[in-house]
Nanobody
Framework: VQLQACGGGLVQAGDSLRLSCTDS????????MGWFRQAPGKEREFVAA????????YYADSVKGRFTISRDNAKNALYLQMNNLRPEDTAVYYC?????????????????WGQGTLVTVSS
């Protein structure tokens, strides 16, 4: 497994969580990374992306202003700080490595995927 996401859990609306993604095979070297999520019965959707050097970030409108993506290339790690969580944020969250250095929201732009971590937000 190249990517391993962790940090999910059961929280209440308004709480915060920080997801982490460990890139054990260094797939993220020179590549952008992103977070996606998949709620029960729904398709996987884009959440946030960050370029290789971290200077560019993109967010889905639904999380803008509440979530922050960051990375530490020295640690081969990706993070997602999630604040003011809502019940509609409930999903399995996946980290992924893009095929290039530019951040992208396109699912087709990602080559490697982690196994996901479950986030459940109760009302």
């Amino acid at each position: 497994v190249q990517l391993q996401a962790c940090g999910g859990g059961l929280v209440q609306a308004g709480d915060s969580l920080r997801l982490s993604c460990t890139d054990s095979r260094r797939t993220s070297r020179n590549n952008a990374m992103g977070w996606f999520r998949q709620a029960p019965g729904k398709e996987r959707e884009f959440v946030a992306a960050i370029s290789y050097r971290g200077q560019t970030t993109y967010y889905a409108d639904s999380v803008k202003g509440r979530f922050t993506i960051s990375r530490d290339n020295a640690k081969n790690a990706l993070y997602l700080q999630m604040n003011n969580l809502r019940p509609e944020d409930t999903a399995v969250y996946y980290c992924a490595t893009a095929t290039g250095s530019m951040a992208t929201s396109a699912r087709s732009g990602y080559r490697y995927w982690g196994q996901g971590t479950l986030v459940t937000v109760s009302s």
